[in-house]
């Protein structure tokens, strides 16, 4: 019965994850770029739903709504001043400018929010007792768990399905060709940018739910161990995104349960050293063989 | 022939510039002209050059990105550390104990850096990035376990797994000390670091970097960095050529690490974080791939800048992300090239 | 390109030395800008000016430890504020940033201080930063009053650094002996930070002293920065164990977490706390029932019905909108007691920071103070700190004395 619960916190945790790598891999996929600000629009979208509740006390799922408007906005507007002026930069210079974003969102939240963490109230409280009291889910497990889902089933039906969709794929297979088709460059990555940050907010309200503290940091641990979520699922692909995230919560729960606390973190890591030497390209990625 | 001679030109000057740098703030601190604060950020400056130079090698020349480097830097630094501490009594002059410090720091750290090299270097791109990361991260939990201590008998050495044991396990004898106290990372080190050990320690890194890059083999890594396929057809060999980078960039990173850690009395292997690998690649980045005379001058600002700011208090660490932003766009932007090309007197475009 | 870009750095360089060296001419302007902050009662200004004490303080205050760094700059100006405006002894304050870094930052942030001319330090406010800047105040003969270092590692070798707050073997001991007298026979679980000196030094204390004292630890779980959202792991552990009290000795922020967390899960048993504890029921957002029967030990309270605690609660709620913490009333307590042994001592202003130091080195343990955090606080030559913690317990949303 220990096992089950161990087993269900790892899926919730990962879960979050899943939601947050799904964000990087949407990015990346498109722009091929590593968008490191995106754990603090995680933090963000956790305190701007958090002030929709606790200052102007309007209902749960308003809240997500104004976290995931504000965000959409900050992920256009952060798209188009920082990232949009360096298309055609070496990637790392774009990674880097992200970093500088991150340090930006960061210190702008500490000047706003102060340095004081907040407790963040649960959207949905309670908890379903399970085998006489054994076994106990919260409620907010059972959400994530499920929302980490329908985003992952909308994701793929979205990229599969839509003309914008479509678009979004044809753009990360090959840019120029997507022009000449007559598919406009800028509007889709932006697009993405948005898609992306609406996920960051959902990700946050989620996040805060189950692990209620929020600070000007809330966002950066979440955001790394989402990356190594979507690079273990294999970077760019949905489906990779979402198991990549499940399993790094999952492998880290019963690590912690049943080998060591101190090394939860390394366990987690060297499992996914261990994979990636054996499918170099994460999961579910495709491995592309160079050509001369 | 002519490339040749700008190549090593420029090379000298790198030497020359750093001496004279150097050079010139000894006078300025021998005549007072400099106060604490400028005094006291030499040694960091000094060790944050030598990494950004490293980790250039490994990003500029061999073209593979890490985001691990600190780990390399918290090897070299508690190896140093030890290697200092337990010789206190044995060796009393300061500046051979820093000496064999830094070697100590880069043995370790290099052989780290091979075995580590060994699975990190047969991925490629972000996977690799990715893996370096979760190396810098597993060095970190590591090495907050580590429990050493030294007394008459030798070196004690503890890995605290569970949690359980503490300093005082080592049973050390009388007289003995400890010296990493897991969590609480190295407690009451002697500090001997110099300013004139960091800049011989820049100009030996200097030298090294700068030969491997102008020899056969640095040719052989640029080679495989700028096509891997094409250099492996012409019969380079691949892994050696890029272990032989990957394993100097470690070793110099951990010399860096024995310097930094033997300026202050305590330091936490929290320390070397995710955040330190990530100030380092940006000092690399901004200035400039496989420009060594860039990342220099790049970790030189970009150190000063926060302590620079700090008449702004609370706006402080803001400005500095509002500078790293302006100047990324500005170095990078296709709008802001266009502006300088125009600027610029026509006839006199650079070598690429 | 390349060319350009060297030469735009070089430029920023220079721009920057210039800034940086332009800060010893700029000294002055720069000081006024904190003293007027810290004295919102500008007339209170020129009197500073005319023959104050230079009082530093360096703490984090970016950064994830921020919280701590302001709390305790926080409380160090409004005892700045009282005593300047009693007039006698006249304090100027300047607070610098050391991110809780125990390396480079910590010692830039004290050479800020330095060249500013401080002549006391209040500070540093974490533990690892306290050791490294201790070593260097010692080396300098600067005398050190940390609010908050709690570790033995801060004061160890040094006559010159003292606390306000207890050392953590004293808190591990004490957290021990008071389960072992008020709860025999209960099985304990610790969850701990195992990355903090401060958490770790802790957790060591107490089990060898509940080893001693026949208290039944029955499961030891650990998290550190890169794990600390979830505790789901070792709270189901815990209960596995049967622990019926878990021990917590680590700062609110996670405690928070994990109190939501046993609460979701139906787990119940009582949880005990040390200093760190406080500040939990003033968190924004924080439903208080969640902290229903949460023991801690702790030198301050804020609902503390004492005139004195009043006082600096009702100053610090007017000027900063919340509730202090145990640091901020560490803090206004270490200026208090500063004020104390410079005026026992008899040093004036004009002393340089050495002359101050040897001054109040034999001072320190003949003074007795009153403060926020205890009464009749008195000190070792050691530099540790003698007063008693108090048990209190949550109840209904405020801390009251079982």
């Known amino acids: ?292 | 022939m002519k490339m040749k001679k700008k190549i090593a030109w420029s090379d000298y000057m790198t030497y020359i510039g750093v001496t004279i740098a150097f050079v010139i703030v000894s006078f300025l601190k021998k005549g007072g002209a400099l106060n604490r604060s400028q005094l006291g950020l030499l040694v960091p400056i000094c060790a944050y050059i030598t990494m950004a130079i490293s980790l250039n090698l490994t990003v500029g020349i061999l073209g593979e990105l890490s985001l691990g480097h600190a780990g390399f830097m918290s090897i070299g630094a508690f190896s140093g550390i030890i290697a200092a501490m337990s010789l206190v009594n044995v060796i009393p002059y300061d500046g051979v104990r820093m000496a064999i410090a830094m070697v100590v720091g880069a043995v370790m750290a290099g052989i780290f850096g091979f075995f580590i090299g060994i699975p990190v270097l047969r991925l490629r791109g972000d996977y690799l990035a990715i893996v370096t990361l979760a190396f810098g991260e597993i060095i970190k939990e590591i090495l907050t376990c580590l429990i050493v201590g030294v007394d008459a008998e030798g070196l004690h050495i503890l890995i605290n797994i569970d949690g359980s044991k503490t300093a005082s396990d080592l049973n050390l004898l009388e007289g003995g000390k400890a010296i990493i106290k897991g969590a609480q990372g190295a407690v009451g080190t002697k500090t001997i670091a110099s300013f004139t050990a960091g800049y011989i320690l820049i100009m030996i890194s200097l030298i090294i970097i700068l030969n491997l890059i102008r020899s056969r083999s640095g040719r052989a890594i640029m080679a495989i960095r700028d096509n891997r396929i094409a250099a492996e057809s012409v019969g380079i060999e691949i892994t050696k050529y890029k272990m032989m980078a990957f394993v100097t960039s470690a070793a110099i990173a951990g010399a860096a690490g024995a310097l930094y850690g033997l300026n202050y009395s305590s330091l936490a292997a929290a320390k070397f974080d995710f955040n330190t690998s990530i100030l380092v690649l940006v000092f690399v980045v901004l200035g400039g791939l496989g420009n060594i005379w860039g990342s220099i001058v790049a970790a030189t600002v970009l150190y000063i800048l926060p302590e620079a700011l700090r008449s702004f208090a609370d706006y402080r660490m803001l400005m500095y992300a509002i500078v790293l932003i302006v100047v990324m766009l500005a170095t990078n932007s296709s709008k802001a090239k266009d502006l300088l090309d125009k600027l610029k007197p026509a006839g006199k475009e650079e070598e690429q | 390109m390349k060319k350009i870009l060297a030469m735009l750095l070089a430029l920023s360089m220079i721009f920057a030395l210039c800034a940086c060296g332009g800060s010893k001419e700029e000294t002055k302007t720069e000081t006024e800008t904190p003293a007027a902050e810290a004295a919102p009662a500008a007339e209170a200004a020129p009197a500073a000016a005319a023959g104050a004490f230079k009082l530093g303080v360096q703490g984090p205050l970016t950064g994830g430890a921020a919280i701590y760094g302001t709390a305790v700059v926080n409380g160090a100006k409004i005892a700045v504020d009282e005593i300047n405006a009693k007039g006698g002894i006249q304090f100027e304050l300047q607070a610098q940033d050391d991110e809780a870094d125990s390396g480079d930052k910590a010692i830039n942030a004290y050479n800020a201080l330095m060249d500013w001319g401080m002549q006391v330090l209040v500070g540093p406010v974490t533990s690892g930063s306290g050791v490294t800047v201790g070593a260097q105040a010692y080396a300098d003969r600067v005398f050190c009053l940390t609010p908050s270092g709690s570790s033995v590692d801060c004061i160890a070798d040094k006559d010159n650094f003292f606390q306000v707050c207890f050392t953590d073997p004293n808190q591990g001991v004490a957290s021990a002996d008071y389960m072992a007298k008020n709860y025999a026979g209960a099985k304990v679980a610790v969850i701990y930070k195992n990355d903090d000196a401060y958490s770790q030094g802790i957790r060591d204390t107490f089990v060898k002293e509940a080893e001693a004292k026949a208290v039944e630890v029955v499961y030891e779980g650990t998290f550190n920065e890169s794990t600390q959202t979830d505790f789901s792991v070792q709270l189901t552990a815990a209960q596995a164990a049967g622990a019926d009290m878990v021990f917590l000795p680590i700062y609110y922020t996670p405690a928070s977490v994990i109190l939501s967390q046993a609460n979701a899960m139906g787990y119940a048993p009582t949880f005990f706390g040390v200093d760190g504890m406080d500040g939990i029921l003033a968190m924004p957002g924080f439903d208080t029932a969640l902290a229903e029967g949460v023991m801690l030990l702790t030198p301050f309270s804020a609902d503390s019905q004492d005139a004195l605690t009043q006082n600096f609660v009702a100053k610090y709620q007017a000027a900063y909108g919340e509730t202090p913490n145990q640091f901020a009333a560490d803090a206004y307590d270490a200026v208090y007691i500063v004020a104390a042994a410079l005026e026992a001592a008899g040093c004036t202003p004009d002393m340089d920071a050495a002359a101050i130091c040897e001054a109040l080195i034999p001072v320190m343990p003949t003074i007795s103070v009153d403060g926020v955090t205890g009464q009749g606080m008195t000190w070792a030559a050691s530099g540790e700190v003698s007063k008693a913690p108090m048990a209190i317990v949550i109840k209904d949303g405020v801390y009251v004395t079982p």
């Open chain 1, 1 to 292: 019965m220990e096992f089950l619960s161990y087993l269900i916190s790892g899926i919730s945790l990962g879960s979050v994850y899943a939601i947050i790598a799904l964000g990087y891999t949407m990015v990346y996929g498109i722009a091929k770029m590593l968008n490191f600000a995106h754990g603090d629009v995680i933090m963000v979208g956790g305190y701007m739903s958090f002030c929709a509740m606790s200052y102007l006390h309007l209902p749960g799922w308003v809240s997500v709504l104004v976290g995931m408007v504000v965000c959409t906005l900050l992920g256009i507007i952060i798209e188009a001043l920082a990232y949009k002026p360096l298309r055609s930069a070496p990637s790392l210079a774009v990674l880097i400018t992200a970093i500088g974003v991150s340090y930006l969102l960061q210190n702008s939240a500490l000047l706003i929010w102060g340095a004081n963490p907040m407790s963040y109230p649960p959207v949905i409280s309670g908890t379903l007792h399970l085998f006489d009291g054994q076994l106990s889910i919260s409620y907010v497990s059972i959400i994530t768990v499920t929302a980490c889902v329908l985003i992952m089933l909308g994701l793929t039906a979205f990229t599969s399905k839509t003309k914008m969709g479509k678009a979004m794929r044809a753009c990360s297979e090959d840019k120029g060709a997507a022009q000449l088709m007559g598919i406009n460059v800028n509007r889709t990555i932006s697009l993405t940018f948005a898609i992306g940050s609406a996920l960051a907010a959902i990700a946050g309200v989620l996040l805060c739910s189950s692990y209620p503290t929020l600070m000007p940091t809330t966002g950066s641990m979440p955001g790394i161990k989402a990356f190594t979520a979507a690079v273990f699922g294999g970077i760019g692909s949905i489906p990779g995104a979402f198991l990549g995230g499940l399993l790094l919560g999952i492998i880290e729960s019963l690590a912690k349960a049943y080998i060591s606390t101190q090394l939860s973190n390394s366990i987690v890591f060297a499992v996914l050293i261990v994979v990636l030497l054996v499918r170099p390209a994460g999961l579910l990625g495709k491995y592309v063989p160079e050509k001369v």
